[in-house]
């Protein structure tokens, strides 16, 4: 009697990493982030996501595009949420690879807590933060003894479309004020540190920071929104407020400005 014996595909658990991909160059990511790529039957990456870094999951790893950004909202975040669980479901390991870290205005925690409504396994792997990176990458620290004692990440504008109630309270302290995703408000932004008597503090603009599209805006709070025309400076654009910007080799010139004018 012969016995039939029939290859059985194999069912892979359904598994979720969520993965920070930090602020652009693909060589920024962690060693452990690209591990969990290489190990992914299916990848779904975002629109700041360096796509070099597809080509460390296997050739046949599925890699979808679920990119959000100004003007192009392809995918709902609803949308997102399901397609990780259909893809770990039906394929297995489901790497969400998210540009910077995940849970810096990431929108990570949501994505864990679907999962978790699921019962699929998730992990969590951190990225740089351009929020921190970026401004590392210019030589600006984003704390310096006897500059900045400590710094604000905020975001530009809030669901709502208004500027985020936190940037009150920012502009009054003398820490470091870190803006992302708000370059469409930066005149409106620069009036509350004008309220304060802030004309003068220092402001850096990073254009596609640690890309090759990287553009630098070194000015201060009167002069920004004009440099930023001049320069063409487009989105995505993080906004560095802050006493610490006064260390990059480019505000020499305007510091040296400034105290000729003082001395007229």
Known sequence: MTVSTETKQTVKEPKITLVGAGPGDAELITIKGMKALQAADVVLYDALVNEELLSFAPANAHKVYVGKRSGDHSYSQEAVNQLMIDYAINYGHVVRLKGGDPFVFGR??????????????????????????????????VTHRGLAESFWVITGTTTNGKISSDLYAAVRSKATVIVLMGLHKLAEITELFKAEGKQRLPVALIQSGSTVNEKVVIGVVDTIVELAEENKIKAPAMMVFGEVVSLHPKFQPIREFYDILAQE
Do not use: K, R, W
């Not at 807590?113 to 620290?141: M, N, R, W």
């Open 108 to 141: 990570g925690f949501e994505e864990l807590d679907h999962a978790a409504s699921y019962s699929i396994p998730t992990e969590v792997i951190p990225g740089i933060s351009s929020s921190i990176g970026v401004p590392g990458l210019q030589q600006i620290p």
